[in-house]
């Protein structure tokens, strides 16, 4: 009888044990079995070790006192890799899950999430867009502009006070006058879908600069991987095929890189970007990006050019080329003039579709043009008269001359004031030239 019912109990005990188990609530994601809910008491508990740790990164992050910072709660988290889903551009992240915590604190009436491991090593704080200061709000819209991304879509990942150490944020080019000022302001990281930039500003967001993203592997800033992949796939070469001669910060005249064709509405403002020269096959080939590599125009091939320098224009059989580029209105005039006094004039991007004006003259007119050009002293002028800070609406000149099978070229900009007298001189001397030709 003993033995009956105890049977029994032990199959009602059984039975509410099942019950129990099917009528348990859920577990929430990263919570173990027995413990409790997100965000309570308990979990700030478990959360010990992590909170020094967050309390004084977000302190740092806002300039405050921790005093002045109240805990909200404390959330169990699952991180995507060992950067808590925040890593920078350059930073090497493990991808493995991170399990750690999301501490909500709470500091004049706003909250603020930091993100940590189990045990407060890793510390990452969230910056949301409402919080940023107006120069990282700058900074997103100016990345907006130059990606085409929607500002909306573009996360402001993190921001971080800093003193730059003159007044071009630490990032001037080697012919830019930077004031040696500290100069405070925000590293400012930013997300646009796959792609994210390193940005530095000043405190009011008015002077904004890329920091260049530089590939992994190849340690070249992005704007010159894109240039290399761009002239690797026009080619049909494999990219290995392609080397990289130099490249070096530029302005272009337009928003087309001045490389827009007759049909294009180019945006006539000074684009900052990068100049890459590439080798293939014995020949080099300028490539023009703008300063994130979104926008690459490929310029053209020449052969034998000095390192480092862009190629000379192709003349063909002519004995003169001269190119006019640039300006307000971004406009392209390109003169060639033959030995045997034809002469071409082209108003556009130099393709073959564009109208092409002729004209003649005796070819006396044309000796006699160049011996006013060596005259003039244009044949002892260095090859680049360019400055790097190409700003603003200048003319750029680009000049070849073959005599005696040599050929001698020179690219000047207008407006430069260390530019030899005799590169002006060069120019009033062709420009006459072609409007006395078009004139008879």
Known sequence: MFGKRFFVIVVMLLGALALAACGAPDVEPGSAPGEAPTGTPESEQVAEEALPPARAALADFLGVDEDAIELEKVEDAEWSDS??????????????????????????????????????????????????????????????????????????????????????????GPDESCAAVITPGYLVVLRAGDQVFNVRTDESGESIRFQETADPETEYPVSVVNARQELADELGATLDAVEVVSFERAEWSDSCLGLGGPAESCLAVITPGWRVMLSFDGAVYEVRTDELGEAVRIAGPGTDSPEGKPPDPELGDAVLFYERSGGIAGEIVTVRVYADGAVERTVGPNAPSDAVEAYSVEPAAVEQLLADLEEAGYFELERDYVPADTCCDRILHLISIRTDGEVQTVEALGGTETTPEAVWESIAIIESFVEEARGQ
């Open 83 to 172: 950067c808590l889903g925040l890593g920078g551009p350059a930073e090497s992240c493990l991808a493995e899950i991170t399990p750690g915590f999301a501490i909500t604190f709470n500091v004049e009436g706003e909250s603020y999430i930091v993100r940590t491991d189990l045990q407060g090593n890793a510390v990452r704080v969230e910056a949301a867009a409402e919080q940023a200061p107006d120069a990282a709000l700058a900074a997103r819209e100016r990345i907006a502009a130059e990606t085409g991304v929607p500002v909306e879509e573009i996360e402001i990942v993190s921001w971080s006070p800093e003193e730059w150490s003159d007044s071009c944020l630490g990032l001037g």
